[in-house]
């Protein structure tokens, strides 16, 4: 069975980091692309970066680039999300999710995947 786990949110001030974990079980990562996605209260659910399987690919939402880096390990099967410079508007719900349909390129769409972790909350503020 497919699980995500997501850890690492918190509250940190303007400026600060975090690192997000996405911990997989029930499958490798070998073969799933893997996409982070948030969503704030009141807004859509957004992506905002993912991996894929295949020659490790990465994406990046245009709000988050330069700022946030996502990154895997495939011997502990899990992927981080590092979250540089944070701003109050990326307080959020961070999830991750996985698709087993992998390909080169991996989407920032949420429909593409069909596994989603139970989100990390994410709060910015001074």
């Known amino acids: 069975q497919v699980q995500l786990v997501e850890s690492g949110g918190g509250l940190v001030q303007p400026g600060g980091s975090l690192r997000l974990s996405c911990a997989a079980s029930g499958f490798t990562l070998d073969y799933y692309n893997i996409g982070w996605f948030r969503q704030a209260p009141g807004k859509e659910r957004e992506g905002v970066s993912c991996i894929s399987s295949i020659a490790g690919k990465t994406a990046y939402a245009d709000s988050v680039k330069g700022r946030f880096t996502i990154s895997k390990n495939n011997a502990n099967n899990t992927v981080y999300l590092e979250i540089n410079s944070l701003k109050p508007e990326d307080t959020a719900v961070y999830y991750c999710?996985?698709?087993?349909?992998?390909?080169?390129?991996?989407?920032?769409?949420?429909?593409?995947?069909?596994?989603w972790g139970q989100g990390t909350q994410v709060t910015v503020s001074s």
């Open positions: 999710a996985a698709t087993k349909i992998a390909r080169v390129l991996c989407s920032l769409y949420g429909l593409s995947y069909e596994s």
